[in-house]
T-cell receptor, first 116, second 109 residues
């Protein structure tokens, strides 16, 4: 399997612009997680989906952030309008319910977002 | 509630041992350990399930004391490749993980 795929790997944008981050989870995985990582706040969970349905979005910082999962193989995280404080590395991770009960998560390579 | 990791950083020589601790204030179903190298994504190391299981991965092992809500990661005879930041992620009754702030491990030759 190719693992979790994210695009773009790097994004530089100006304040006020819309930014869309994309994620393709591992095939067969039914959970998808979006994280944000910064030096100050560490690794934060933003939102997660189960079978394409958002389960918990309490980590989404504000209304400027939205996430969708239209099908089992694709998810987007959108920031509109973007602000400099949104600069971070955004990771997508996926997990399978399976039968082991272990729920290990596999991370994508991340998108490094810089908002100037 | 974010789990607390200690120490924040550790430097050791190749071949030495290290222990990284993770503690939570809430009841846990499992503890997940990840290693992240600079500029890369976190990589899954192992899961500790409720029940005090000890898991191993090469010369890296871990324990989980569910009564104390603590986990420890043991790195034995460390190698240069072990350098990185180690995160524990804790899972309570909900499905999501909450990550600690990380422990930066540096192994010197």
């Amino acid at each position: 399997d190719a693992g979790v795929i994210q695009s773009p790997r790097h994004e530089v944008t100006e304040m006020g612009q819309e930014v869309t981050l994309r994620c393709k989870p591992i095939s067969g995985h039914d959970y998808l997680f979006w994280y944000r990582q910064t030096m100050m706040r560490g690794l934060e969970l933003l939102i997660y989906f189960n079978n394409n349905v958002p389960i918990d979005d309490s980590g989404m910082p504000e209304d400027r952030f939205s996430a969708k999962m239209p099908n089992a193989s694709f998810s987007t995280l959108k920031i509109q309008p973007s602000e400099p404080r949104d600069s971070a590395v955004y990771f997508c991770a996926s997990s399978s319910t399976g039968t082991s009960g272990k729920y290990e998560q596999y991370f994508g390579p991340g998108t490094r977002l810089t908002v100037t | 509630q974010q789990p607390v990791q200690s120490p924040q950083a550790v430097i050791l020589r190749e071949g030495e041992d290290a222990v990284i601790n993770c503690s939570s204030s809430k009841a846990l179903y499992s503890v997940h350990w990840y290693r992240q190298k600079h500029g890369e994504a976190p990589v899954f190391l192992m899961i500790l399930l409720k029940g005090g299981e000890q898991k191993g991965h090469e010369k890296i092992s871990a324990s989980f004391n569910e009564k104390k809500q603590q986990s420890s990661l043991y790195l034995t005879a460390s190698q240069l490749s072990y350098s990185g930041t180690y995160f524990c992620g804790t899972r309570g009754s909900a499905r999501q993980l909450t990550f600690g702030s990380g422990t930066q491990l540096t192994v010197l030759p």
